[in-house]
């Protein structure tokens, strides 16, 4: 499974960005999707995710703001980020899981987001 990532960029805070991810590759392989972040000095933190069935989780410092959608036929997994905060900030990484693994089977490139207060 390769995963690529789309979207990012600088936006002030309280504004909008929408990344986006596209699996190719044995993608019915593939349960979850979803994206982490990472910020300089931080661990690498879950965002949101969904299951192929459209189960949602989210991190509770981006729920209310965040909208994770998925589109199995195009195996592409979306957030739409609103009101975004500087605390938002940093590289975003797309990820999928296998059925039946608790880790994170594939990662994507990276995406810098940055928001100016």
């Known amino acids: 499974v390769q995963l690529q990532a789309s979207g990012g960029g600088l936006v002030q805070a309280g504004g909008s960005l929408r990344l986006s991810c596209a699996a190719s590759?044995?993608?019915?392989?593939?349960?979850?999707m979803g994206w982490y972040r990472q910020a300089p000095g931080n661990k690498r933190e879950l965002v949101a995710s969904?299951?192929?069935?459209?189960?949602?989780n989210y991190a509770d410092s981006v729920k209310g703001r965040f909208t994770i959608s998925r589109d199995n036929a195009k195996n592409t997994v979306d957030p739409q980020m609103n009101t975004l905060k500087p605390e938002d900030t940093a590289v975003y990484y797309c990820?999928?899981?296998?059925?039946?693994?608790?880790?994170?089977?594939?990662w994507g490139q990276g995406t810098q987001v940055t928001v100016s207060s």
């Open positions: 990820a999928a899981r296998r059925s039946a693994s608790r880790n994170v089977n594939w």
């Open positions: 969904i299951s192929s069935g459209g189960r949602t």
């Open positions: 590759g044995t993608t019915f392989t593939i349960d979850d």
